[in-house]
Each structure stands twice: as C-alpha cells, then as structure tokens.
DNA sequence: TATGAATGAGCCTTCATTCAT
DNA sequence: GATGAATGAAGGCTCATTCAT
C-alpha cells in the first residue's frame, strides 16, 4: 500500500503498473499478483486504505466548540494543500477522475467524501444549536464550502497557482466570519485544536517536478492588478 | 477533433488511443498520423481547439448592467454542468489532472482559466465601479467563486450526486446576493442576457454508461436529512 | 544469440526483425523484450556472442614455426569464405556496414579486428626474428593482407564471384612466399597446424537463395580469357 | 539521382526513404511514384546513374605508358578514399551489402567491378607487353589488387582508421615496384596523367558525424608499435 | 504530370496476467 | 508463499504504395 503511495505519488496514476509499484516493494511483481486478483483489485485494496481512518481522526475535534472546529476543519483543509506535495495532489485528482468509469472507486470516493461533509454538516449544525452559527441550511453550506475547498485545490494543482488556494482560503475566512458566525462569535486566530494530519503521507520526498512557481504567478499578479487596480490589498 | 472530442467523452482520456479516435471517422488510423506528428501533437491540437472561442462568446454579456452579466455568468456556469453530459465533464477533468504532467496541456487550461477569471474580474470590477456591488477585492472573490463552481462540478461528476452542484448553486447566489451586490442591487430572476452556449458540444448521444443517478442520490437525501433533520429544506 | 545468428544468415541484417528472431525460438517476441531492452540491447549482446572466442581459438597456433603460423593463419581466412555459407557472409558484411551508424557495432567490430591483426603482426614479428621471415614492417603487411582477405571475401560474396577469392588466394601465396618468407623458409603445403573454426557456425542450411554460381561465372571466364589471352592458366 | 544520393550520403541506405530524397527535390513524394513504380526501380536507376561513366574517365589514361597508367589508378584509388565523404564510402558499401539479396544490385555492381577489374587487367597486360612489368598473370594480380583495395577501403570506414588505407597505400607500391615492375622500370612519383574523379560527388557537405578519428588511432599506433618495436618506420 | 491525402502492413515496445518451479 | 520467465493483446509510429483531383 505504501509502495503503491509512493508509486502514484512519484509517477502519477497513468503511469502507475505493476512493476513500478513492486520495484519499490521488497517483492516481484508475480508475487503482487499472488495476493491481489489484478491491478485493478490492488487498487481497490489501495483507496480503501487511502481513505480510511478519517473518521478516527475526525472524532479529535469532538467536545470542542463548534467556532473552534469548524477552524480546525478549514485550517486542516488548506493546510493540506500545503503540506502535501503536488505529486500526491495530483494523484489524487487523477484517481477521483477515474471514478467514473470505475464503480469501486467511485464508492469509496464517495464514502469518503461522505465522512467529510457529514463532519463538517455535523459542525455547522452543533453550531447552529449552540448559537454560535447563525440559523442556515447546513447541507448547503457544506456542500458550498466543500465544492469550493476541492476546487481551489483542483485548480491550484492542475493549473499551478498556489495564490488561488490563498484567495480561496481568504475568502472562505470572509464567508465564515459574515455568513456563518454569529456576530458575537469570532473566528479563533489561535487554533484551541488541530485535525491531526494523516502521517502516512508524509513527505515522501518523491514528487515529480513541481511544474508552477512563484515566477508564473507573476502574471497573474500582473492581470489581476490590472483589473481590480483600484482595490487596495489584492492580494 | 470531433471525433476526438467524441472518442474522449466516450472511453475517456486514460482509454483515448489513436484507433478509437480514427474509428469515430472515416480516416484510418495511418491518416492520423499524417496529419499529426504524433498522438500527442494531435491532443494538443485538440486541447486548442477545446478551449478556443471562449473570448468571442464571453463578448455577449458586453455592455450589460454587471448584476445581469453576472447572473448570467453563474447560470452559465451551472447550466453546463446538467448540459453537458457525464462524459464531457469526465473527459474534462481527466484532462485537467494531466496538466501537471503535461506542460502544453496545462498552458492551454491555464489560459482558458485565465480567460475565465478575468471575465468574473470584470464583471466584478464593473460592478463595484457602478455602484451594483459593494467594495471589495474582486480577485479573491473571483477565485473564491472559480474554485467554487469548479469543486461543485468535480463533486458532482466524480461522486455521481448532482445535488451537489444544485447546493452548490443555491449557496452562491446566496453569497452574491449578501457578500457581493448591495442592498439596492437584485439578482435577475429573468434574465437579460444569457452566456451563449458551445454549440460544437451539442449532446453526442454516445456517453459511457453513466454510473451516478437518482437512485444513488436517495441515500445522499438520507445521510444529509439525517443530519440536518430539524431544518426544513435540505434539498 | 543462435536464433538471431539463424535469422540473420536467412533474412539477412536489414530484414531482421524481433519477430523474425523470435519464429526461431521457442519463445514469443514478448520475452524477448522480457530478456533484452530492446532489438538494439540483443543486437548488442549478439555481436558480442559472434565476434567473442577469436582469441581462445587464436591460440592454437602458439608454439608453432612462424611459417606454419602464417600458413594456418591464410589457410583459415580463406577456408572460412568457403566453408560458411553465403548467408554468413552477406550478414556479416551488412554488420559491417552498420558500423559508422552505430556506435556499439563499430567498437565490437575494431575489437574484433584488432585481435585479428594482432595475432597477424605477431605471427609476422615472430618470423622476422627467427629469421624466416624477411625485415620488413609487421603492421603495414598485416594490414595489406588483412585488406585483401577483407577484400576478396568482399568481392567474392557481393558480386557471387568464387573466382576473385581464389585469385586472392594466389596471390596471397606467391606474395607471402616472395615478398615475406626468406629464400630459405618455404611456405608449408601439408600444414600442421590448423587454426580451430568456430563450430557455433556450422553450417545452418538456412541461406537463403545463392545468388551466384558457376554459369555466372562463364562471363568472367570469357572476359579474363580475353583479356590475358596469352596466359596459360588464368583460372 | 542526385537527391537520391545526397540522401544516401546524409542519411545511409537504411534510412533511405521515398520522403528523404523527395525532401531534397523539388517534387513531392507523389511525383516520384510517378515516374518510378517503386522505391526498388528507383534504387535500380540510381545504381545505374551511380556507376555509369566510369569507362568514359577510364579512357583518358588511353595511350600512356602501362606503368603511368598503374600509378594513376592507384593513385585515384587511394584518394578517393580520402577525398570522398564518409558519408559516400558508407553508403556504398550498404549498397554493395545490399546486392546478395538484389539481383539488379547485384549486376549492376558486377557490371562496374568488371569494368574497374578489366582496366587493370588491361594495365597490367600492356606492361607485360611492353616489358615494362614482369610476366604475371593479371586476372590474378589484379584480383588481388583489387581486393585490398576494396578490403582497405572497407577496413578504413567501417572501423573508422584511415591507418588502414594508409598502410595498404605503402604495401600496395612496395607491392607493386618489387612484384609487377620490371628492374628497369620506375614507379613514377610525378604522375603524368591522373585519373579523372567524378565530379556528380563532389563533397555534398552533408555527410553524417564521422566516427572515426586521429585520436583512436593513438590506441592502434601504441598496439602496433609494440608488435613492431625493433623497427624504424612503423607508419 | 504532379500532388496531397489516405491506407494497411508491419515494426518496436509495454504491460497485465499466467504459470511452472 | 514467492519468483522469474513467458505471453498476447494492444499501442504508437513508419513507410511504400495508391489514388482522386
């Protein structure tokens, strides 16, 4: 599993076979096939493992304020973006856009997803309960901020413009503090918790060659200025 | 290119090969390559020609009050999501998640984005000097709303739950009506302009067997009414 | 390695294709790539395997009079054009002619040759100081001689001409025993030494149509005859 | 033709294709199955085109002295080998391995060998005639002179050591003054006539990267050298 | 005549999968 | 359990040749 990680992560799902993922095991490639049916099943075993053990960490945040979780939650989501290198990013895109012609994958991405957006609909609604949030629609929002917490990642990684994911986390801030909280609620600078990362992913110092940059972002700056110019802090 | 444009939406990009795109014509698979240095010179051709004529259609909104040409702008953006079938907007993604594999590919969907953004720029721009929308950084807004509809369209088509986009929809008209227009301003109902649609894209009728449905999204109503079940319309 | 030698004497170098290769086999052109990286990695290995062994074989010869040395030595070259088959030598010569093209070949090929002139200029060093060879200098008759047996193998097998090898041979002689052998030594008709043939050519009796042949060979009869009219025994 | 050989020279016989040399005419690819019903009769025309002319230059050592004539032939033997590309030489010999499998190659290359083999003869018969050389044989002689002309020439392109060429240059005269000349008869080292060189293959600057080298003869040099050490003028 | 386009056979190579040991 | 070897299907690409215009 952890070879396969490493596999995808370094070369991509396209690129992934058999024999790359045993070169970096200890076995031969016959003996994956010994305990997995096919590569397909070796996948199937792979984003089950990939996506599991969500749930436990999750359970961290219980007991905390919900203003304090939610945090967390947003906190934890952008941070991965950071944390994580493009290689496993970008991997995990091409495996989310093999769902659909993949029935098993498509399950386990939406269990996935699933446990995510229950945790945050289970914040918003707690929050809802204690007043801290105003009165709304939960699953909405949920699915609002998701949809938007995965496109600024999508379109971080595909196109290579961290400031995206900034923006995005800028505004998400801004959205939250005026749309969710309550006025007498604030948005904690100084996290009470953390959502314990997943440390099987850490760096594997495998990625492929990170193809945005600071330099490309440039241009952005440059367009984006142009346009809202009369705005003080763009960026 | 259409016949790629074809064979992409049926088999997907991972499934693509020479053959299948030849076979969508009358040429043979020799002929591609005759015109084409190369499978992939003939994907980037193609990519061009996906994402060419966005600029000369996004014209049309021209010269319309900014709260119209951003309506029709969000309309436009979630019409295509139910336009279109499953299987452009999975050929579409896993086009995306080559981008970082690919340079070319990942310019050209650079600039398409680039092209997308800086209409939502614009119009934003537009409207906050016209007095439609309240102050703020139009180049956060729009990244936040890019990453937004772009997640709501990931999720809808990776995890097969068209809810997902529709909540996605209803929040941001929420979030235009009180973060981005002021008091005064209304979002149109009826529309004055309409985003003219790709007509090249008409339905190709040849989708792959598309895996989510209604009957899926059952459990989805489950899950999210019973975690949100005092609240009276999650869906 | 024989299967490709088998291949290459029949179809000959440009028309050697791995699946040709592997119709010689046991195996599927499929594990011929399991075994080699590519046509080129197994070519690489088969020139190795062909021009490997000249030196055990050479050393026959050691210990013996240098005349007999010499003798063995002509008697091989010549032999060798007769007693492989057509197919061999056409084969070999279209290796030869990759060599500029390639570098690997080219090297194999020196290192081959070089043994080869080796053990000429040895044999030659060796006779001039046992006094049965004049003074003369090894390396330039050695590359004569090892110019006209290239020569005439080359002519003879190009052009399907027997005759030019045996006048080569001829002249061999007569050149070795005028210009080489003191007045004392004489070249030695009952050999007694032999120089060792590479068994690993037996004759495979898979050439592929002889293009030469006697009645060609009537032309040249009547041409020479013509032109050295008054000589006895032109043939 | 003259597309046909600069292709040849630039890119060797296997590389050659319809669409190279059409790439160095004025025509398209098309024309030239128009007026050749194949890449074979082309390559026939060519031959034919490459090796035609040669007795018309032969004759301009018509009427000289037979030793004159001899040196003249050498002389133009040797220096095409050096005048000519690498390009040229390697070209020729690909076609010259090509004849085993081609019957028309075949003739054509026997047609010119006979034609440069019947001169010699000649030469060779009018110095018998005129006293000038020995009695000999010369089909004989000049078999084996052609011969290691031939072999030389081959030796030097194909392992890339002009050496080669240069010592069968001196071997060859030695050969030649002590064996084919009478006492009283003198190698001429001011040439009265030179043997006219083809002017269609004038250097097309266009020949591939040559692989040989001085500095790889240092290796042969050193060898030699020390087969050869008791004497003066190995080079 | 000339040509651009088209074609099909064939080549090298990759890879999931099988299997004897 | 494990593995090295083997395989066949498929993919990208080349090229001589054909053909309508």
């Known amino acids: 599993m952890q070879a396969t990680y490493e596999a995808l992560c370094a070369d991509g799902y396209s690129d992934l076979t058999a024999q790359r993922i045993a070169d970096r095991t200890e ?6 096939f010994y305990h997995y049916d096919s590569v397909d099943d070796l996948l199937a075993s792979f984003i089950e493992y990939l996506l599991a053990g969500y749930g436990h960490r999750a359970e961290a945040l219980d007991g905390f304020p919900p203003e304090e979780r939610l945090a967390a939650y947003v906190e934890w989501w952008f941070d991965i973006s950071t944390a994580e290198g493009t290689g496993h990013h970008t991997a995990m895109l091409e495996l989310r856009a093999q769902a659909p012609y993949n029935e098993l994958f498509q399950e386990k991405l939406r269990e996935s997803d699933e446990a995510l957006r229950d945790t945050l609909v289970d914040i918003l609604t707690a929050g809802i309960e204690t007043g801290a949030f105003v009165d709304h629609d939960p699953a909405i929002a949920a699915d609002f901020l998701l949809g938007a917490f995965v496109g600024a990642r ?24 005026t749309e969710i909280l309550t006025p007498e609620t604030t948005y904690p600078d100084e996290p009470a918790v953390t959502f314990p990362p ?30 809202a110019s009369e705005h003080e802090d763009t960026e």
């Open 27 to 32: 076995m031969s490639k016959g003996s994956l």
């Open 154 to 177: 999508v379109r971080h990684f595909t196109l290579g413009r961290a400031t995206y994911s900034e923006h995005a986390y800028e505004a998400t801030r801004e959205y939250i503090e």
């Open 198 to 227: 997943d440390e099987r992913f850490a760096d594997t110092g495998d990625e492929h060659a990170v193809p945005s940059g600071a330099e490309q972002d440039d241009r952005t700056e440059a367009a984006t200025a142009d346009a």
